[in-house]
């Protein structure tokens, strides 16, 4: 058996690669983003546009990243280079693993905040679920007592606190570099396998309860009606960026989590399960969280402050809010942790492997720095507000630090990660190196090189431009 990387470390089954690489896929991309966009770009369109980039221009794309890592065995910016070794190409190509493992680093940033507030937020239900343990009536509403002005207050009260934004975000990177410490076998691996299965318990019972409770008929209607009239380039542009973001595609994540996988082939299929886990989570959280918010009357238009002020507010009318709000809550903290871990690693990856650091330094250092942005952040919801990073660019003139971090990253750098992805393989890789180490059936094979060589690139720059400059349309 080959070692697997410059560090000998890699997955110990395929389970294990799939649980990894489904944990990294799922998070606050599927519960928390994607609710959020559906919900702002009224819901059926988007969501049939989301489904296909996610399966014309995503699933290519986790196969193509995936075949790098595994070829190459090492971090991103290592394997690009040894597969264009092999492909008789040139070592510059290898700058996109680079670009990917700075914007997973950025990434990383501000996930960690949102985390914070998750974080925060399964605190305040937690202590309220045994408040109300303590009262004798644990299946009581959530947050008994407080007007629905006092709920939503919650959230510019957490806002305007810095140490307690701070203290959470602090807490969740603490979390996540102490894990990829560990290294893929003890930290990532163990990390996924507990946490995925439990994910996926609180999941269905989240969905269940809302079919129960809420109005899952109109969550349905909403989901998959399509009103074509919202379709504009902007929506479009969004769900591309929604599904590179959800599948963790254009930041060199699969190609680092590719990389630990020892021997067989047979990608296609995991490829495709990664894929439909993905979107299958996305929907169910679209049909746990719609049908809450249109039983209580809200509005799911709400944007980023749906999961945070909304539903809050819906628990505390639905029996059992409290013990339910909580558990919603740790369901999105799990998600988030088991993506977070996929972006220190990328970065960490690559301290080890081009800088030769040990694992533990190169996940510290990563971790502080991207502990150091986030900082500013989230300082950008107090002391920072005015501040406008990128406002000399029209498509970033209003937005706040986060969010700047949040648009740049998924709007321009990961569209162009995974044009460069789609055109490397697509066009300069060996093909017999491809098809060798993927082991795709040949008509398959046939089909997937289309979509990797012509579709995604031509679709990518479209929809990367058009998004960019939205005035040449
Ligand atoms: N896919 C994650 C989510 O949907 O929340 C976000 C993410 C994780 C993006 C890892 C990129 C990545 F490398």
Redo the contacts with the bound molecule.
């Keep these: 058996m080959v070692a697997s990387t410059t560090t000998g470390e890699g997955w110990s089954s395929r389970t294990a690669f799939i649980l990894a690489a489904v944990g990294?896929?799922?998070?606050?991309?599927?519960i928390w983003?994607f609710p959020t966009l559906a919900g702002e770009s009224g819901g059926g369109a988007f969501v049939i546009v989301y489904i296909a980039c996610v399966f014309l221009l995503g699933l290519p794309l986790v196969l193509a990243e995936i075949f790098i890592g595994r070829a190459g065995q090492t971090d991103a910016v290592g394997s690009i280079r040894k597969v264009a070794a092999q492909s008789k190409a040139g070592p510059g190509w290898a700058i996109f693993g680079a670009i990917g493992a700075i914007a997973?680093f950025l990434?990383l940033s501000f996930?960690s905040v949102v985390a914070g507030w998750v974080l925060y937020y399964a605190g305040v239900l937690g202590a309220d679920f045994l408040q109300a343990i303590g009262q004798g009536d644990p299946f009581r509403g959530a947050l008994q007592g407080e007007s629905q002005a006092m709920i939503q207050g919650r959230l510019s009260d957490m806002f305007a606190s810095v140490p307690l934004l701070l203290v959470m975000h602090l807490a969740f990177m603490g979390l996540t570099v102490f894990i990829i410490a560990r290294g893929v076998h003890s930290g990532i691996e163990k990390a996924a396998t507990y946490l995925m299965p439990i994910f996926f318990v609180l999941l269905v019972g989240l969905v269940i309860y809302g079919a129960i409770e809420g109005d899952i008929g109109e969550a349905f209607a909403f989901l998959f009606t399509p009103d074509w009239s919202k379709l504009t380039p902007a929506v479009i542009n969004s769900a591309l960026g929604q599904a590179l973001?959800?599948?963790?595609?254009g930041?060199a994540?699969l190609i680092t989590y590719g990389s630990y996988i020892k021997e067989g082939s047979g990608l296609g299929g995991t490829s495709a399960m990664i894929a439909l886990a993905?979107t299958g989570v996305a929907l169910l959280a679209g049909l746990m969280i719609f049908p809450i918010v249109f039983a209580v009357g809200l509005d799911p238009a709400a944007g980023p402050t749906l999961v945070f002020q909304t539903l809050p507010f819906a628990f505390q009318t639905m029996p059992g809010g409290a013990l339910i709000g909580f558990l919603f809550f740790t369901l999105i903290l799990v998600?988030?942790v088991t993506?977070?871990i996929?972006?220190l690693e990328?970065p960490t990856a690559w301290g080890i492997g081009e800088m030769g650091w040990s694992r533990a330094k190169s996940a510290l250092i990563f971790g502080v720095g991207a502990f150091v942005i986030g900082i500013f952040c989230l300082l950008g919801y107090n002391v920072l507000s005015d501040v406008r990073p990128l406002g000399f660019w029209p498509l970033f003139a209003d937005t706040d630090i986060l969010d700047t971090v949040d648009g740049f990253t998924g709007k321009v750098m990961l569209p162009i990660g995974a044009l460069l992805t789609s055109i490397f393989v697509g066009w300069i890789a060996d093909r017999n190196l491809v098809r060798a180490t993927t082991g795709v059936s040949p008509p398959m094979f046939a089909l997937w090189r289309v979509l990797i060589a012509w579709l995604c690139p031509i679709a990518v720059a479209a929809i990367l431009v058009t998004g960019l400059f939205p005035s040449i349309l």
Excluded: E, K, P, Q
Aim: glycine share 12%; aromatic share 8%; hydrophobic share 55%.
């Design positions: 990294a896929a799922v998070g606050l991309g599927n983003r997973a990434i996930y973001f959800s599948l963790s595609l930041v994540g993905d998600a988030a993506s977070s996929s972006l990328v």
